[in-house]
Every structure is written in structure tokens, then in C-alpha cells.
């Protein structure tokens, strides 16, 4: 196949996937059809990454006659720092996510080329509405939020969406081009900000908190729900800085998102407590606080939706769910077949999102399956040696001191 | 199993009352029990309690001292002979916990215990004190040495070594090395080798109440120290810890400033086989062997534990075929050694390895990746530049080079972690390469059959193991 052939093909599945992400995120895809769309994607990736297409060539499996996405070889996260991953492409990629490095000792960061943001706001965008904003979906209804939807609607959106301001306690997306949780906030903002929002955060990750106060006062005033996003760490700076004072409560819509691992920037606390300190801090409704888990190598993410009716008892979890374009395996080191339902096994994603990299992502989490979703367990590395060789991460510290 | 006790107390100091957990007896105020998540019974001090067990080892300092070094000597090796018997007591306890305890399969555990113990005879620590001193009587009083000066070595008051880790021995040699110098001691095993030292404390009481009271052995889960890890800190005036950069470094700043700190963190071994060593098939082979051997004793954990190794190219046997060698011995090992089942996280971790290697080797079309269908073992040569890499278990990298006289450059990155090189040549060139590895931070060369097992008196991590625990008086004329 020459190349202009895989560009058509290329173009064929941006297309595809375009469309049938912006059916919604809510939508629920039979298993024909994730598996016809997943099997045309692999077979481009195949021919279009290089990397990938070496690794089905050793592996001896001819992609044009798997049946079943399942089968196809998984590439571990960590390959993202070792290869360029990308699928070939006339132009250079109009972003490069890179990962945090902290999973390694921060050796090298994994490297995310992503040819077209598009895939990646169309996949986020729809995602997070049906997570963030489950009630723009719901049937309408009369009262003060129904008033509210009437004010400060966004042109071009997928429906009538009220404003929600966004106050990310991240670095703006200039100051972080490479981060693509940055990126993805940035998006939400473009959507949803009402103009008021802004980004909390130096370069370095220290928060503006005398800025923060200030919006959140604003809001206040303004009678203007926000959306509260930042990592772990993040809220536990800000929740460190404002324990003793007190702060107007956000009004009423208000919601946060909070993601990521501590990766050391602050003492760790349990989720469930974290939500509630959260939730008492800002009078933001205990299910109106939503814990997003994504990564660099994916462009989908998956969001473990508080019930919105009550809150889960403590430490109940819902599982992470995503949108029907990505699905999850829960795998077995030893076999890489899927565990049975309640044993532990490694995360691994199919995203179609990924159209530009590679689908069939194997992450180093270890999960279990819960409900419709799966839980995160935590990442397998950064634990203590058992015995007194080195770890992998004391080598790392070795070789950056001896370098 | 029986819970089993993670302590051993000095004779004569009561234990807890094991009933009465975590508050003491009348007898001993503030001294209690509880388990441990392993089904282990952990002792628990309060300050009152711990300030009674360290004020007892510090007394008996008094009659350590007047016992001579050579006395310590044979009564300790007396302790140690008792695990090289297999019928013994002490021997058979430590075979029944040690596999679940240190995560071996129950041969290997025999294998280890073997191994250690040997060290732990009583010729063996005549050896170490005669390689150690020039005079072992130093220790017992002041001496005159070759030149004639009036010297004597001290052990200090009362020590304090906090293992960590599952390598199982380790706590065992450290506490002899410290009653050897005279010093009483609280031994903190790593989890994983907490057996041992308990059966080595009991039995050193059998023999001799007045040494065994010198010694204390006691585990407690390092998230949960209690007043007598916090009065330790404070009132050893020795302390040696073995683990991890974290562990080291958080040890080092709560220590005052004038308490010496023998610190033995992990470290990284290797191994190099040179061309002239894969000349024929039948000595590549047998190096292969006791290389697959050395990978495997210690389940990959021992700082001994050869992670990668170095080929030579040019020699008759080409690094493939050599890969391909020690794989078939590794996976006879699998056999004779089984290993116990892998931890989800290790396994996880061999996966990812695994895959994210035949990713690399797929993508640069050379290189081989040897391994078993459950995750036991794995060998994994890369040509090219070498990725320094370490990996779970029974993980082994293979770097093909040029030349071994690269290795100097080679090393330079990890000069800080390295320990021991199992350096498979002929003489003269090992020596040569010995030599010009000198400033590299390898302080040990040997080969892949005695790489696992460094007598009692190598020199740990550069440093003699009894001579880094004392201090010198000289009386001038």
C-alpha cells in the first residue's frame, strides 16, 4: 500500500471516528461494532507505525485476519519512552505529550506524538459532559437549573450547555504545552469557561493561592458555578493553605475534578478523604466530586462518576468508566488473558482515539474489575525492594549522579 | 503455622506476657505483644520498657568485655555449626519458616541457609577475626603491634543494626560481627529474615546466658516503630543498616551527628565473561551454569546477584549461542530450585519488561529474548548500546561488547551502586582487567561459582567488615 492509499485509509478512520464520537460519549456501542472499528484501526497502524508493524511481523500475525481486537499484541506504556511510536504522517504532529517520568525514576518521558488534536478534544469533550455534566443529558426539567441552562450558552456546542467556569489548579496550557492533562483542561475551559476562569498554577506547579481565593470570591459573588480540576497533589496544597481560613462556599452546580497520583509533591491522603475535605472546603456536593484517571499514551479517559444521587458509602467504589471508543481488559502477567472477575490483574486499554499512535495499550496499573468499570489498584513499580540489590529506581538516581 | 515469635530477648529479661497485648506485665512495665499482619507476635516497648532492655544490654557490655575474643569466637561458631546440621533443632525450624517467610521455594531455602550458616562456624570466625586484625587481641585489651605501637580496639557501648529486606542471613552475620567486637546489640531484622536471627539468639542462649544477654533480636513493622526504635536512635552510639537509598537516608538525619553509621544500601553485582572463556562449548557451558546459578540463589534479591552481564564478542562461542546456554540452565534450575510463586507486582513487572523488550527487538531486528511461559526466568540480550536495566526475580540482561576493556566506561554510570563483578577470564588478563577496574566502585572480583557466597571476612562493599565497627586507642610512649 503506497502511501497516499494509507493517508485515504487514514482519512477514512478519522472520519469514522469523528462521527461517532460526536454521537456521545453516553452512547453504548455493541461489541460488532467496537470490534469492526478496532480491527480497521489496527490494521492501519500496522502498515502506518512502524514500531508496531515490526512487532506483528516478529509476533507473525498478519493483522487483515485477526477477528477479534482482543488479539491484538498489547504495547506496555513503557515502550513510549523507548520508541517513536507514531504512525507515519505527511506533517509534523501538532503536539508532543510527554509523561511525567516519574514511574521510572524520571530516567526519560515517555513521548506521546499527537498528529491531530482534533481526535483528542473529540474524544475528551463528549467524555467528560457525560461525567462532569450527566445533568445536560438528563431530561429538562423546570426550576433554578433549568433558568441557569438559559443563561450563557456556549455557541456550537453539542447542545445547549450553561456556562461552568473552569479554575484548573495546573499550569496554563502555554506555560505547559507538553502536558496533555493540561491540554485537556485547556479544552474544557474553550468550551465551557465563561471567561472568568484561568489556570492556578506556575510552571512549576506551585499554586497562585492569593489569585485562586480570589476567583473562588468572585464566583461567589457572581453567583457563577466553577469547575474545580487538579491533581491529587495540587488539592492538597490548596486545602494545606486555606485550612484555617475560611472560604465562601462556590455556588450551587458547582463540581471538581481531581486526578493523578501524589508522584511525591505532598503528603498522600486517602481518596475518600480527600473528596471530603473537598466537598466540607468549598460546599461542593459530595457526588458532585469526580476522580478522572487518564494518561499521557491515552487520548481517552475514564472518570469514576460519583452516583449523583447520594453519596457511595465510604470507600465504595463505582469503578472508572470511559466512553464506549475505549475498552478495558483487566490481564494476567503470566498469560495476558483476562483475569476472572474479582482477581487483580494489569489495566490494558483499546482506545480508537489513539488512531495516530497505537490502540492496544497495556499500562503498568494493576486493577480489578468493578461493577461496569474497574478499580485502580495502584502502579506496580516505586515499590521497595525486598532484598538488598538495587531497584530499578535507585540505578536510575546511580546513573543520573554518575552521568 | 505456630505463631511465631519475632524476638528474642536478652535471657532473664522477661518476655511479655503475650495474653496481655500491648500493655505489659507487672513485672515488666510497658513491655507487651501484638501480631503482625504475618501472624508474626511482635514485641512492643514503651519508653519505661525500653529504657529497661537498653539499660540491660548497655550493663552487660561490662561482662562482654572481659570475655576474650577468642572465647566469643568458638562459643558463637558452636551457635552457627547447629544450622549446618540438618537434624538439628534450630536447622529444622529455620527450613519450615524461612520459604514463606522469605518468599524461596524450600530447596533453595535449604540451599541458603547452607550457605550463610557456613560462615557462621566457629572456624570461619577465627578466620574473620585473624583476617580482620593483625592481632585479634586487640579487642580484649591493649597489644603491641609489628612496630611497636600500644594499641586496642573497642566494638562501642551498645549498637544498633536495622536490617531490611528478605535476604536471609544477613541480620544473623551482622549480629556476630558486633558480639565479635564486643558491643551488645539490638538487631532489627529485615521481614523477610527475621527467623533466623531469633533461632540464633535462642540458641546462643542455650550455650552461654552472659553472651546471649548482650543480644537482642526484635522485629517491629517500620510503619509502626514504638519508643524503643525512637530511644535506639538516641542512644546507640553504633548503628549499621542495611537498605535501600530511602531507608539510609532517613536513618542518617534523625542519627546525631556524632553516632557512626555503617551504611551497607543496595547495591547493584555483575558479571563479564571474556572470549577466551567461550573458546569451547563445554567450559561456556559450565560458566553458564554457575552463572544461571548465581542469577537464581537469592531469587535475584542478594546484592551479590548478578542483574547483567557483560559478553565478550570474538570467542567460539557467539553471545547468542551463550544466551541460549545459560537459558537452558536457567530453566534447569527452575526444576531443581523452584522458585515460589511470583508476587503480582513481580510478575506485572517481568511481564512489562518482557514486552517492552520484544517491542525494542522486533523494532531493531536483532537481539533475543529467552524465557519461561510463567515468568520464572527470563534472559534478554540486547546488542547495542547497553540499557543499564535491572529486573525482578530471575531476570538476567546480557550486553555483548567488543572488548571487556570497555567495561571501566561502561560502569562509570553506576560507580556508586556497584559491588560484585563474577569476571569469567583467564589469568593474566583478570587481572589486568581487575586492576583497571580498580577506581570503577566494583569492590569485589570473582567468579559466577563464588559470587553468591563472599566469605565472613570479604571486604563488604570496600570495607572490613569487624574494622568498620571499631574504634582505636593508642598509648603513646
Not at chain 1, 155 to 182: F, I, K, M, N, Q
Not at chain 2, 271 to 299: H, K, P, Q, W
Request: with cysteine; glycine share 10%; hydrophobic share 40%.
Amino acid at each position: 500500500m503506497n502511501v497516499l492509499e494509507l493517508e485515504e485509509e487514514r482519512s477514512e478512520l478519522a472520519s469514522a471516528l469523528l462521527a461517532a464520537m460526536g454521537e456521545g460519549a453516553d452512547r453504548i456501542w455493541s461489541d460488532d461494532r467496537f470490534n469492526a472499528l478496532a480491527l480497521r484501526v489496527l490494521c492501519y497502524q500496522a502498515r502506518a507505525n512502524p514500531a508496531y508493524g515490526a512487532l506483528l511481523r516478529h509476533r507473525g500475525i498478519d493483522p487483515s485476519r485477526l477477528t477479534d481486537w482482543e488479539c491484538a499484541p498489547w504495547v506496555p506504556t513503557r515502550a513510549f519512552r523507548e520508541l517513536p511510536l507514531a504512525c507515519t504522517a505527511p506533517s509534523p504532529p501538532e503536539a508532543i505529550f510527554r509523561t511525567s517520568g516519574t514511574s521510572m525514576g524520571g530516567q526519560t518521558r515517555g513521548e506521546h506524538r499527537v498528529r491531530d488534536l482534533s481526535l483528542y478534544r473529540a474524544s475528551l469533550l463528549p467524555t467528560a459532559r457525560r461525567f462532569l455534566r450527566p445533568e445536560l443529558d438528563a431530561p429538562p426539567a423546570s426550576g433554578p437549573a433549568a433558568a441557569r441552562r438559559e443563561a450563557g450558552t456556549i455557541p456550537g456546542a453539542h447542545r445547549a450547555e450553561p456556562a461552568l467556569r473552569v479554575l484548573a489548579l495546573t499550569p496554563s496550557p502555554s506555560d505547559l504545552p507538553d502536558s496533555s492533562l493540561v491540554f485537556m483542561l485547556g479544552t474544557l475551559a474553550e468550551a465551557w469557561d465563561d471567561g472568568g476562569g484561568g489556570f492556578f498554577a506556575r510552571p512549576d506547579w506551585s499554586l497562585d493561592i492569593d489569585a485562586l481565593r480570589k476567583a473562588i470570591g468572585q464566583a461567589q459573588e457572581e453567583g457563577q458555578p466553577v469547575l474545580i480540576a487538579g491533581t491529587a497533589f495540587a488539592y492538597v496544597h490548596w486545602l494545606d493553605m486555606v485550612r484555617s481560613s475560611w472560604l465562601p462556599p462556590l455556588p450551587w452546580g458547582s463540581r471538581a475534578l481531581e486526578t493523578g497520583g501524589y508522584k511525591g509533591r505532598s503528603r498522600e491522603v486517602p481518596r475518600h478523604e480527600l473528596h471530603r475535605e473537598i466537598a466540607s472546603t468549598h460546599g461542593i456536593a459530595p457526588d458532585h466530586i469526580v476522580n478522572e484517571y487518564g494518561m499521557t499514551e491515552l487520548l481517552s479517559q475514564f472518570y469514576e462518576p460519583a452516583s449523583w444521587q447520594g453519596e457511595p458509602a465510604e470507600g465504595e467504589s463505582t469503578g472508572h468508566l470511559g466512553p464506549p471508543w475505549i475498552r478495558t481488559r483487566i490481564l494476567a502477567p503470566v498469560s495476558l488473558q483476562s483475569v476472572r472477575p474479582g482477581e487483580v490483574g494489569l489495566l490494558a486499554h483499546f482506545d480508537l482515539a489513539n488512531l495516530d499512535s497505537v490502540s492496544a495499550v497495556l499500562t503498568e496499573d494493576l486493577g480489578v474489575q468493578v461493577q461496569e468499570g474497574f478499580r485502580v489498584l495502584g502502579r506496580i513499580t516505586g515499590s521497595e525492594p525486598r532484598g538488598c540489590s538495587l531497584a530499578m529506581e535507585d540505578l536510575l538516581a546511580a546513573r543520573r549522579q554518575g552521568l | 503455622m505456630s505463631r511465631f515469635e519475632a524476638f528474642a530477648l536478652p535471657p532473664g529479661f522477661e518476655p511479655p506476657d503475650v495474653s496481655d497485648r500491648g500493655r505489659g506485665t507487672d513485672r515488666n512495665p510497658g513491655v507487651g505483644a501484638a501480631e503482625d499482619g504475618g501472624g508474626m507476635l511482635v514485641v512492643r516497648f514503651d519508653e519505661a520498657g525500653a529504657s529497661m532492655l537498653l539499660d540491660r544490654l548497655y550493663q552487660s557490655g561490662e561482662l562482654l568485655a572481659r570475655r576474650g575474643v577468642r572465647e566469643l569466637a568458638t562459643i558463637l561458631g558452636q551457635v552457627g555449626a547447629r544450622f549446618l546440621d540438618p537434624r538439628d533443632e534450630l536447622r529444622r525450624e529455620a527450613e519450615a519458616r524461612l520459604p514463606a517467610e522469605a518468599g524461596l521455594g524450600s530447596a533453595m531455602a535449604r540451599r541458603v541457609i547452607e550457605g550463610m550458616a557456613r560462615d557462621w562456624s566457629e572456624e570461619r570466625l577465627h578466620r574473620l577475626l585473624e583476617e580482620e586484625f593483625e592481632d585479634p587481641e586487640v579487642l580484649d585489651g591493649l597489644r603491641t603491634s609489628r612496630t611497636g605501637r600500644h594499641i586496642a580496639a573497642t566494638g562501642g557501648h551498645m549498637a544498633f543494626h536495622l536490617g531490611a529486606g528478605n535476604v536471609p542471613g544477613v541480620g544473623t552475620t551482622s549480629l556476630l560481627r558486633s558480639l565479635l567486637v564486643k558491643c551488645p546489640l539490638v538487631l532489627k531484622p529485615g521481614r523477610g529474615d527475621v527467623t533466623l536471627s531469633v533461632l540464633f539468639a535462642r540458641g546462643l542462649a542455650e550455650v552461654d546466658t552472659a553472651v546471649a544477654g548482650s543480644l537482642a533480636v526484635i522485629y517491629w513493622p517500620r510503619e509502626s516503630p514504638d519508643a524503643l526504635a525512637r530511644q535506639l536512635l538516641t542512644r546507640a552510639d553504633r548503628v549499621v543498616a542495611y537498605g535501600g537509598s530511602r531507608v539510609v537516608a532517613e536513618l542518617r538525619s534523625q542519627l546525631p551527628a556524632t553516632t557512626p553509621l555503617v551504611a551497607y544500601h543496595h547495591r547493584v553485582s555483575m558479571g563479564a565473561v571474556s572470549r577466551e572463556a567461550l573458546m569451547n562449548a563445554s567450559e561456556a557451558r559450565r560458566i553458564a551454569d554457575a552463572a544461571a546459578r548465581a542469577v537464581t540463589l537469592f531469587e535475584g534479591h542478594g546484592c551479590v546477584s548478578p542483574r547483567m552481564i557483560w559478553i565478550e564478542k570474538g570467542g567460539a562461542i557467539a553471545p547468542e549461542e551463550w544466551a541460549a546456554m545459560l537459558a537452558e540452565c536457567l530453566a534447569a534450575l527452575h526444576v531443581d530450585w523452584p522458585p515460589a510463586s511470583p508476587t503480582p507486582a513481580d510478575a506485572a513487572e517481568t511481564r512489562l519488561m518482557r514486552e517492552a523488550a520484544e517491542m525494542r527487538i522486533a523494532a531493531a531486528g536483532v537481539g533475543k529474548l529467552i524465557g519461561d511461559p510463567g515468568l520464572s526466568w527470563t534472559v534478554l540480550l540486547e546488542p547495542g548500546e547497553p540499557r543499564l536495566e535491572v529486573s525482578p526475580g530471575r531476570t538476567v540482561h546480557l550486553h555483548p561488547l567488543e572488548s571487556l576493556e570497555e567495561l571501566p566506561l561502561r560502569l562509570k554510570p553506576l560507580s556508586s551502586v556497584l559491588q560484585t563483578l563474577a569476571l569469567e577470564a583467564p589469568e593474566p588478563r583478570k587481572r589486568a582487567l581487575a586492576q583497571a577496574l580498580q577506581r570503577s566502585g566494583i569492590t569485589r572480583v570473582t567468579t559466577f561459582a563464588s559470587q553468591p557466597w563472599p566469605p565472613s571476612w570479604w571486604l563488604h562493599d570496600g570495607s572490613g567488615p569487624l574494622r568498620s565497627l571499631v574504634r582505636w586507642i593508642e598509648v603513646e610512649p
